[in-house]
C-alpha cells in the first residue's frame, strides 16, 4: 500500500498486505507499513486547548469511522497532548501493534503528527493529535456534495475516495474512481481514464486538491541538522501544504485505459485484489506524489457561497450575482485569510458578469453604490480609479454573519422579544436596565425577566461600575452588555455539544433496533441471492413476508429518524463553519 | 416663572434659616392696597425691586439706599421675605432679590411660613413633581407636618397630587396648574400607571406592514435599483400620519412617540433607518434632518443550530449520556423525531 510510505520507520513492518494495491477502506483502517523518515520539523504550532465537548465529539466522530481502537487511540492523544509509543500504550491498556495500527491510521488521515521528542534528538518520538482535522469529518458529506455540485458525478468520487482515504496518489485516484464509475454505468461501457484525469486536474487548478506537503527527508543529515534548528527555534515552521511551491503541479503522468467492471464472477475480493495489485504496481509515474483534500479552499467556497446567500436575501438577485463575480474574480488572488478581497475595478466587474446577465453599465454602478450604502457593509469602496474601485469586506461580512447566527439563536430560543433586548445591546453596547425597558418598549417586569434569563445563559453580560469604593448597590451602575466574540464561542460549544448528542441518540437509536436491523439484511440478501438464481416470485413473495407489517413499520419510522438526525447534523454543522470562521477571522486580525 | 439669569437656583432652605426680627413701626399702605409693609426702608425697598422685576442684587440696593446699614437692610429684606413679597435666588456673582408675582402671592393669603415653603419647593420641583420625603428633605419639616401642609394645600387647589408610572405607590406633588411631565405619566404608552403592552405591539406591527407594503410596491415598480431603494423608504412624519389616520389610537400620538416605536422595530432587525438633511420647513423634518426608515429582509434563515430540539432544550446544560438526563432518553429528541 503506497499510502502507508510515507508513514513512520520507527513503528516496526508487522503488516502483511503491505504494497498490494489500492487499499479498500477497511484495509486503511487496519493496515499500515511504515517505512519512511521522522519528521525533524516537529510542528511547534501551539497546541490549542480543546474543550471537554470538542473531545467528546471527536471520540464520537472516531469511533464512527474508524472503530472502537483508534477512537481509545486518539482520544487519549487529544486528551494528553504530545506523548511517545510507549505511554500510550500503557496508558490506554492496550497492545502495542494496535496502537502502531491505530497511529498509522491516524497519520494516514492527517489526524495525528509526530515529530522528535521534546527532550531534544535522540529521545522517543511523539505524537500529537489535531483536534480541528478530527472535527472536520463532520463535514465531509458537505465536501463531497459540493464537489459533485461544481464538477458532477467524476468530482464527488474523487473527493470521497481521497477524503475517505486521508491521502492517495493520483494515478491511484483515477483507476479507482474510474472502476466504480463503471461499475455504475450499463454494461458494456465505461469510463475513460482520461476523463477522470482532467476532472482531477481541474480540481487541482482550483486548488481544491493539493499535494501533501513532502515529509522533510533529512533522516541522514538529522545529528547536523537537528540542533541547528533547536538551537534557533524561530525558525522552526510546521511544514504546511502551502509553502511547497510544487503545491498544485500535477506530475506527468501516464495513465491510459478505461475503467473495469468488477464482475460478480471473480471469485471473491482477494483474487481480485491481487490481480489489481499487480496491475497497479505498474510504474504511472508519480510515485511518491501524494494528493489531499485542501480543506481551506473549501471553506472558502462555503464562506463566499454564505456572503452570497446573504446579499440575495438582504437585497435582491442581482446584487447577489454582483458580489458572487466579485467573489470567483478574486478567488486565486485573495489569501483565504485577507480581511477584504483584492480591490476590483467597476469596469472589470461589468466585463466579467455572466453574459446571460444584461446588465447595463450605469445599473451596475447603481447596484453598486447600493451594494455600498447597505448597512451590513458587504462591499466597500476604496477608490475611484477605473471607474471606482470596489472590495468584498469578508471579514466584515463573516462578522454579520455570525452576529445574525447569534440573534437568530435568541430568537428562536426566547422569543422575538427577548431577540429585540438582545439586538439592543448589540447596537447600543452598555446599558441600564431602565434604558432597556424604554428603548426596547417592553414592561419593567416582563424585560427584567427576559435580562435575567439571558444573564443567566451568559447570553448577555452584567458590568457593575461602583460610584464610591464599597460598591453599595444603591450607588452602582449596572449596565447590561453583549460581547459577541466570546458569546459567539460559548454558541460554538453548544453546537459542539449539539451534534454529539445527535450521534448519540443516532447510536441509541440503532442500537435499540439491531435485531431488527439485522434480520431486514439478512432477508435482503436471501432475496438477492434468490433472484439471482432465477426463484419463483411466490418464494420470494414468501421471503418478503418474513418481515411483518409492524416491523416494517418499525424499520420505516427508523429510517425516518435516522435520516432526520443526520441532516440536522449537517445543518447544525453549517452554524459551526459560519461561527469557526468568524472566531478565526477576528484572531488574525 | 422665567429667570433670565442662567445660573440661578431658588434658595428655599435659607426661609427656615433666616431669622425674622420684630419690627415695629408706623403701618403704611402700600399702592396695592392689600399687604401692610410697617417701615419706610422696606416700603423704599420694595419699590426698588418693583424697578427691576427680574431682580437686584445686595450691591444695587448699598448703591441706591448709600444711607441704610447692612444690620438695617438685612430687616428690611428679612421683612419682604416673610411676607412673601421675595424671591430670594443664587447665582454665580451672590444673592439675588426678585419681586414674586403678584398672583402667587395672593394665593399664599393667608398661609403661614411653613406652608409657603412647602409650595416654594414644590414649585420649583416643576412638572416632574417631587415626592413628599424629598419636600422633607429640602424644608427640613417633619414629615407629620409635611403631611397636614400638603393636604391643606391639596384642598386649596394650589397643588395636585399625580402617581408616578416609575413606582407606582409613590405620589410626586406639583403646582395645580402644570401638565405632568412624560417621565412621570409615561406618556402615551402608559394608562393609569400600566405600561400598554399590547398597543404598543400593535403599533409595531402597523408601522411594520407600513414599511413592508411601501417596499413591497417599490421593488414590483421594475424602476432603477436606485429608484427602487429610495422610494421604499418612508419619512417618520409619513409613518405618523398613516397610524394616525387609521385612527387605532384614541390618544393622540405624536411624532416622536412613533420614533419610538419605529426604533423597536430596528432592534426587532426588521427595519432600517438612514437620516438625511432636509430643507428647513419640510413637512416632518426635525433640526435640518428627516429620518427615513424601510423594511429590510433578515439575512440569514433561522441557523442550524436552532432547527434540532438540544438549540432550544431548556435542560440543555443539564444532559450528559449517561445520566438522567441524556440524548437516549430525551422526551424532546423523541417528540422531534416523530413528528
Known amino acids: ?589 | 416663572m422665567v429667570c433670565i439669569f442662567k445660573n440661578v437656583t431658588p434658595l428655599a432652605e435659607h426661609y427656615s434659616k433666616l431669622t425674622f426680627p420684630h419690627v415695629s413701626t408706623k403701618t403704611v399702605q402700600l399702592t396695592s392696597g392689600k399687604i401692610a409693609i410697617k417701615s419706610s426702608n422696606t416700603i423704599l425697598l420694595y419699590e426698588l425691586c418693583q424697578q427691576f422685576p427680574h431682580g437686584i442684587t445686595d450691591q444695587v440696593i448699598q448703591n441706591d439706599m448709600p444711607h441704610l446699614e447692612a444690620q438695617q437692610r438685612a430687616m428690611a429684606i428679612n421683612r419682604l421675605l416673610s411676607l412673601g413679597q421675595l424671591d430670594l435666588l443664587r447665582n454665580s456673582s451672590g444673592l439675588l432679590y426678585r419681586m414674586k408675582d403678584a398672583q402667587t402671592a395672593s394665593k399664599m393669603k393667608g398661609s403661614d411660613n411653613q406652608e409657603k415653603l412647602v409650595y416654594q419647593v414644590i414649585e420649583d420641583a416643576g412638572n416632574k413633581g417631587i415626592w413628599s420625603r424629598d419636600i422633607r428633605y429640602k424644608s427640613n419639616l417633619p414629615l407629620t407636618e409635611i403631611n397636614k401642609i400638603l393636604k391643606n394645600l391639596e384642598s386649596k387647589k394650589l397643588i395636585k397630587a399625580v402617581k408616578s408610572v416609575a413606582a407606582s405607590k409613590k405620589k410626586v406633588y406639583m403646582l395645580y396648574n402644570l401638565q405632568p411631565d412624560r417621565s412621570v405619566t409615561g406618556g402615551a404608552w402608559y394608562s393609569d400607571q400600566d405600561f400598554e403592552s399590547e398597543f404598543v405591539e400593535v403599533l409595531n406591527q402597523q408601522c411594520f406592514k407600513f414599511l413592508q407594503s411601501k417596499a413591497e410596491v417599490a421593488r414590483d415598480s421594475k424602476q432603477s435599483p436606485m429608484v427602487q431603494r429610495n422610494s421604499s423608504f418612508a419619512t417618520s412624519h409619513e409613518v405618523w400620519k398613516y397610524i394616525c389616520e387609521l385612527g387605532i389610537s384614541k390618544v393622540d400620538l405624536s411624532m416622536e412617540d412613533i420614533e419610538t416605536i419605529l426604533n423597536t422595530l430596528i432592534y426587532d432587525g426588521k427595519v432600517e433607518m438612514t437620516i438625511i438633511a432636509a430643507k428647513e420647513g419640510t413637512v416632518g423634518s426635525v433640526d435640518g434632518q428627516m429620518k427615513l426608515y424601510r423594511g429590510v429582509n433578515p439575512i440569514i434563515q433561522p441557523t442550524g443550530l436552532v432547527k434540532a430540539p438540544c438549540g432550544l432544550c431548556p435542560v440543555f446544560d443539564d444532559c450528559h449520556e449517561g445520566g438522567e438526563i441524556s440524548p437516549s432518553n430525551c422526551v424532546y429528541m423523541a417528540e422531534w423525531l416523530d413528528f
Open chain 1, 1 to 589: 500500500m503506497r499510502g502507508n510510505r510515507r508513514s513512520l520507520r520507527h513503528l516496526s513492518q508487522n503488516s502483511t498486505n503491505s504494497d498490494v494495491g489500492p487499499p479498500t477502506h477497511q484495509r486503511v483502517r487496519s493496515a499500515g507499513s511504515p517505512s519512511c523518515i521522522i519528521q525533524t520539523l516537529w510542528a511547534k504550532k501551539p497546541i490549542k486547548k480543546m474543550t471537554a465537548q470538542e473531545v467528546r465529539l471527536c471520540g464520537l466522530l472516531l469511533q464512527e469511522h474508524f472503530g472502537e481502537v483508534v477512537e481509545r487511540i486518539g482520544t487519549h492523544l487529544l486528551r494528553g497532548g504530545a506523548q511517545n509509543l510507549r505511554t500510550i500504550a500503557n496508558e490506554t491498556n492496550t497492545p502495542l501493534d494496535l496502537v502502531k495500527k491505530s497511529l498509522c491510521v491516524l497519520v494516514q488521515h492527517g489526524v495525528c503528527d509526530f515529530g522528535s521528542g521534546r527532550r531534544g534528538p535522540g529521545s522517543p518520538v511523539e505524537y500529537r493529535g489535531n483536534c480541528e482535522r478530527v472535527l472536520r469529518i463532520l463535514r465531509y458529506p458537505r465536501y463531497i456534495y459540493t464537489a459533485k455540485t461544481l464538477y458532477g458525478d467524476t468530482g464527488e468520487l474523487i473527493v470521497e475516495e481521497v477524503l475517505q482515504r486521508g491521502h492517495m496518489t493520483m494515478s491511484n485516484t483515477v483507476k479507482t474512481v474510474a472502476d466504480r464509475l463503471t461499475h455504475n454505468m450499463e454494461e458494456g461501457r465505461s469510463m475513460e481514464y482520461s476523463e477522470v484525469v482532467s476532472s482531477f486536474s481541474k480540481l487541482v487548478e482550483t486548488h481544491f486538491l493539493q499535494r501533501c506537503p513532502p515529509v522533510a527527508e533529512t533522516a541522514t543529515a538529522a545529528p547536523s541538522a537537528t540542533p541547528a534548528t533547536h538551537r534557533t527555534p524561530a525558525s522552526v515552521t510546521p511544514p504546511t501544504a502551502e509553502s511547497n511551491p510544487d503545491c498544485y503541479k500535477l506530475p506527468p503522468v501516464t495513465l491510459t485505459g478505461r475503467g473495469k467492471r468488477r464482475r460478480s464472477s471473480d471469485d471473491g475480493e482477494e483474487p481480485g485484489g491481487v490481480k489489481k495489485a499487480k496491475m497497479d504496481s505498474e510504474s504511472c509515474g508519480d510515485e511518491g506524489i501524494y494528493w489531499q483534500v485542501n480543506f481551506e479552499r473549501f471553506h472558502q467556497h462555503f464562506r463566499d457561497q454564505a456572503i452570497i446567500s446573504a446579499v440575495a436575501s438582504k437585497l435582491d438577485q442581482t446584487s447577489s450575482e454582483i458580489v458572487r463575480t466579485m467573489l470567483r474574480m478574486s478567488e486565486v488572488t485573495t489569501t483565504p485569510t485577507a480581511a477584504y478581497t483584492q480591490p476590483l475595478s467597476a469596469n472589470e466587474i461589468f466585463r466579467s458578469l455572466p453574459p446571460n446577465y444584461s446588465i447595463s453599465r450605469p445599473i451596475l454602478d447603481q447596484y453598486l453604490s447600493l451594494l455600498v450604502d447597505d448597512p451590513m457593509e458587504f462591499v466597500g469602496k476604496s477608490g475611484d480609479s477605473g471607474g471606482g474601485m470596489y472590495v468584498v469586506n469578508l471579514h466584515r461580512a463573516l462578522a454579520n454573519l455570525a452576529r445574525a447566527t447569534l440573534e437568530s439563536v435568541v430568537q428562536e430560543r426566547f422569543g422575538s422579544r427577548s431577540a429585540r433586548i438582545f439586538r439592543l445591546l448589540l447596537r447600543k453596547r452598555h446599558l441600564e436596565q431602565k434604558q432597556v425597558e424604554d428603548f426596547a418598549m417592553i414592561p419593567a417586569k416582563e424585560a427584567k425577566d427576559m435580562l435575567y434569563t439571558l444573564l443567566s445563559e451568559n447570553l448577555v453580560q452584567l458590568q457593575e461600575i461602583p460610584k464610591t469604593p464599597d460598591h453599595a448597590p444603591s450607588r452602582t451602575f449596572y449596565l447590561y452588555t453583549v460581547n459577541q466574540l466570546p458569546t459567539a464561542r460559548l454558541l460554538l460549544q453548544h453546537c459542539y455539544k449539539t451534534v454529539a448528542n445527535l450521534i448519540e441518540r443516532r447510536l441509541f437509536e440503532t442500537k435499540e433496533n439491531k435485531r431488527l436491523l439485522e434480520k431486514s439484511q439478512r432477508i435482503e440478501a436471501i432475496l438477492a441471492s434468490l433472484q439471482a438464481s432465477g426463484a419463483e416470485p411466490e418464494q420470494l413473495t414468501e421471503v418478503e413476508e418474513m418481515i411483518t407489517a409492524p416491523e416494517r413499520q418499525q424499520l420505516e419510522a427508523l429510517r425516518h429518524h435516522i435520516n432526520k438526525l443526520d441532516s440536522t447534523e449537517n445543518q447544525v454543522d453549517e452554524t459551526i463553519f459560519l461561527l469557526e470562521s468568524y472566531i478565526i477571522s477576528t484572531k488574525s486580525k
